[in-house]
């Protein structure tokens, strides 16, 4: 699967290396993927693929999970067995801390059918172990050719850079605050790690590179500064973001900064799920984020008034929360049918006749709902023109009648 980058309103990319990532390319003009992780318990295979499918089904590009023992490895290959039966070419990485080396040496089997290690520079090893067990994960890589991620974080990272930086910073005439320093010993980690992995044999295009910080400024500071020193893809997110509207503004906030200057070829939103939770809102989020920034486009996506004093009634409220979710739920059935196109739908819900009416004409299909003492009926536009009026009470069956309608009449299925 190669889908050229589409000509992006915020100018060119900066990358010039691309990897290749099974079925997919990263960096270069290609477009920006969505992936995610699982939080199963890898050697619970059956959990685990249906986690996979999930996040997938939700617009998951990429699927990480941790293997932090030999039951997980030795899990790895009939996971990707699982899947292949499904019909489902998902790329899968390998999320390695402390034993990667030893875990990718002992099961050839999970090197083999992984499409990416991530290796965590800050704790392959310490002290003279540490390039030993770098250039062991690494050779694991070129023996399978298959990519690495080098993913430096600040909660973990490696103390030989942070003790030689501060002692640097100490010398200076006009020394950086110890958040400054933090920043700048996680991208010289980074680039020393890509420099090391290129020194022992790993292609430069075969790299991707990430800097995770948990602080905005923090993280967006990181990212400038590594894209100005390498040329490899940058895989771009927050670290911890945090749970619910926190992580989603945090989240939002740094990626667009970055995004909007071209930086950010594959992100990830991590956020923390509430309890019992779908594990599929953080790649919800990760694709709303590029679609608002009109980068890519995933799927249908709902505009809808706040409400305010003429809308006391939760009716265009109700309607809108369940259009938001049948239109997420028959995306991928949508996919799977050759629509083409479906996902750059405009469908807009009002609440009254204020703005409602020029709203929906605005979208590819709308509807104005009645507000507060108006008279309960409510025109539908599709494409500017009115098409139809209903009563309140029917107009979440019928709008949804004409959406299907329309996608089926307007994006033709693929020959």
């Not at 020194?199 to 923090?218: A, N, Q, R």
């Not at 992100?267 to 594990?279: F, K, M, N, Y």
């Not at 984020?289 to 799927?299: E, K, T």
């Not at 996902?343 to 819900?349: H, L, N, T």
């Amino acid at each position: 699967m190669i889908i050229k980058m589409p000509k992006s309103k915020w100018g060119p990319r900066r990358r010039s290396l691309q990897v290749r990532i099974r079925n997919m390319h990263i960096g270069s003009d290609h477009p920006v993927a969505v992936q995610s992780m699982t939080n199963t318990d890898t050697a619970d295979i059956e959990a685990t693929v249906k986690q996979i499918v999930e996040l997938h089904e939700a617009g998951s590009e990429l699927v990480r999970f941790t293997v932090q023992h030999l039951a997980m490895a030795r899990s790895v290959m009939p996971i990707r067995k699982r899947l292949d039966d499904m019909g489902l070419d998902i790329p899968l990485i390998g999320d390695f801390h402390y034993n990667g080396h030893q875990l990718l040496t002992e099961a050839p089997e999970c090197a083999d059918a992984l499409d990416k290690y991530r290796i965590n520079p800050g704790n392959v090893g310490f002290g003279d172990k540490h390039d030993a067990n770098f250039k062991q994960m690494i050779d694991v890589a070129k023996d399978h050719d298959k990519p690495v991620r080098i993913g430096v974080n600040w909660g973990s990272l490696d103390q030989t850079v942070l003790t030689k930086l501060m002692d640097d910073n100490l010398k200076r005439k006009l020394p950086k605050d110890a958040k400054g320093v933090m920043v700048e010993a996680v991208v010289e980690s980074a680039v020393q790690s890509v420099n090391k992995a290129v020194e022992y044999g790993l292609e430069p295009d075969h790299i991707v590179v990430s800097t995770k910080i948990s602080e905005v400024p923090e993280m967006v500071d990181a990212y400038k500064m590594l894209a100005k020193r390498i040329e490899q893809p940058l895989h771009v997110g927050l670290t911890e973001a945090g749970m619910g509207s926190k992580g989603v503004v945090s989240s939002s906030a740094a990626l667009s900064l970055l995004l909007t200057e071209g930086i950010g070829d594959t992100i990830r939103i991590s956020l923390t799920p509430r309890p019992g939770a779908s594990r599929a809102e953080e790649v919800i989020v990760a694709g709303q984020i590029l679609q608002s920034l009109d980068i890519r486009h995933f799927s249908p996506l709902v505009s809808s008034c706040p409400g305010c004093g003429r809308t006391t009634s939760t009716t265009f409220q109700e309607l809108a929360q369940d259009l938001t979710e049948y239109l997420q739920k028959q995306m991928p059935e949508w996919k799977r049918n050759g629509y083409e196109g479906v996902e750059d739908m405009k469908v807009a819900v009002m609440g009254c006749v204020v703005n409602g009416p020029g709203e929906s004409k605005q979208a590819n299909l709308g509807i104005s709902l009645p507000g507060s003492g108006e008279n309960p009926s409510c025109p539908i536009f599709e494409d500017g023109k009115q098409v139809a009026v209903v009563k309140a009470d029917g107009a979440p069956t019928e709008f949804k009648r004409r959406v299907e309608a329309y996608v089926r009449s307007h994006y033709r299925k693929a020959t």
